[in-house]
Each structure stands twice: as structure tokens, then as C-alpha cells.
T-cell receptor
Framework: KAGVTQTPRYLIKTRGQQVTLSCSPI?????VSWYQQTPGQGLQFLFE???????NKGNFPGRFSGRQFSNSRSEMNVSTLELGDSALYLC????????????FGSGTRLTVV | GENVEQHPSTLSVQEGDSAVIKCTYS??????FPWYKQELGKGPQLIID?????GEKKDQRIAVTLNKTAKHFSLHITETQPEDSAVYFC???????????FGRGTSLIVHP
């Protein structure tokens, strides 16, 4: 079966701009979680969407937002980009229960200059 | 929230040796214990998991052991190969949460 697809793979943006990242989960998975990965902070949880609703949220500023569509595809948006937003953004697809783990995409590498 | 610690942060072994990575957690309500492997340029991949009603689980050269009393679980890799070189993350999850807490990762280097 198809894996988790994240687009684009690489992005270069300028400070102050905004960016939208996309994630297509595994067919049948209703939960999509987003993580920011940096060398200094490791994997940090941004938010989780389940059946088009944000079910959980991490400790990130309001510049980070997301949404989920009826087909479970998800997007995350970062507005007013800062240099510190440079990171690998990972999307994790799951059934959304408490019994199973994640299937991750390959990530989007965002560089803010 | 859950406090998770992984040790060691870096592990260097010779091909054919065994490798053990330990993950300590704080939430006694944790009941799902997975390990993920992240290779360069890829997202983490779930390689093995265990639930709180089981003490050990094996899958070919990898195994996970759980000690709920001491609140730690470990990843064991036997007969290591160069392709095992990667960063490994534990991510225990409490029964009351849908969201796991990831450890900081262990960089495993297998020298041929």
C-alpha cells in the first residue's frame, strides 16, 4: 500500500513569508500528527488532527496552524517565518487509537533565510 | 507530562556485535512502547513495539524488553550490520493520551 506522502520535500523561504506543507496519510488512517525535528530539540509535537478536528496541540505559537480535509489529507501552515523555524517537518499517519504507532512521511526540509 | 530519557546518546559497535539502547519513562500509566529507526534523509520508521501486558517481543535480530516496575524498556539488536546504522527513538505513550513522548534519540554506528 502507498506510504505517507509529504510535499514538497524541500523549501527555501525568506523571513516574514508564510509556507504551507501538505501530507497525504495512509488510506484508512484518520489521524495525522505533525512534528518539528531539529538537531537541538529533537522531535517536537506540533498538533494532531483526527476526523477533520484538531484533537491535540503542542506548545508552539499561533503562527503554526493546520487543518485536515474530509479525505484525511492534512496541511500545516507557518506564517511570518523566523530563522528558527528552519527544520524538518514530519507528518505521522495513524489509525488514531491508543493501540498502534505511527507511519511517518519522509518530511519537508524547510530553510528560512 | 511524561519525562523520557534515552541512553546512550551515541553507540558505536563493530559489525556482528550486539547493541542495547535503554529508554526510561516517568508515567506509570504508559502502556504502549514502540521503537523507531530513522535513517539519513528519511522519516522515522516503526521497527518494533510492545504493550504493557507483555515482557518481551522478538522479531528476527531485534527485540524489545519491558520492565514496568522499574519503568524502562530496551531495544536489543543482535548480529549488528552496517545497515543498522541510524538514529533510534523510543516513544512511550500513556494510556490516557493519543500522543507519544519521543526520546532524544540514540545514534547507532556499526563499523564494518
Amino acid at each position: 500500500k502507498a506510504g505517507v506522502t509529504q510535499t514538497p520535500r524541500y523549501l527555501i523561504k525568506t523571513r516574514g513569508q508564510q509556507v504551507t506543507l501538505s501530507c497525504s496519510p495512509i488510506s484508512g488512517h484518520r489521524s495525522v500528527s505533525w512534528y518539528q525535528q531539529t538537531p537541538g530539540q529533537g522531535l517536537q509535537f506540533l498538533f494532531e488532527y483526527f476526523s477533520e478536528t484538531q484533537r491535540n496541540k503542542g506548545n508552539f505559537p499561533g503562527r503554526f496552524s493546520g487543518r485536515q480535509f474530509s479525505n484525511s489529507r492534512s496541511e500545516m501552515n507557518v506564517s511570518t517565518l523566523e530563522l528558527g523555524d528552519s527544520a524538518l517537518y514530519l507528518c505521522a499517519s495513524s489509525l488514531g487509537d491508543r493501540e498502534n504507532g505511527y507511519t511517518f512521511g519522509s518530511g519537508t526540509r524547510l530553510t528560512v533565510v | 507530562g511524561e519525562n523520557v530519557e534515552q541512553h546512550p546518546s551515541t553507540l558505536s559497535v563493530q559489525e556482528g556485535d550486539s547493541a542495547v539502547i535503554k529508554c526510561t519513562y516517568s508515567d506509570s500509566a504508559s502502556n504502549y512502547f514502540p521503537w523507531y529507526k530513522q535513517e539519513l534523509g528519511k522519516g522515522p520508521q516503526l521497527i518494533i513495539d510492545i504493550r504493557s501486558n507483555v515482557g518481551e517481543k522478538k522479531d528476527q535480530r531485534i527485540a524489545v524488553t519491558l520492565n514496568k516496575t522499574a519503568k524502562h524498556f530496551s531495544l536489543h539488536i543482535t548480529e549488528t550490520q552496517p545497515e543498522d546504522s541510524a538514529v533510534y527513538f523510543c516513544a512511550p505513550r500513556s494510556g490516557g493520551s493519543y500522543i507519544p513522548t519521543f526520546g532524544r534519540g540514540t545514534s547507532l554506528i556499526v563499523h564494518p
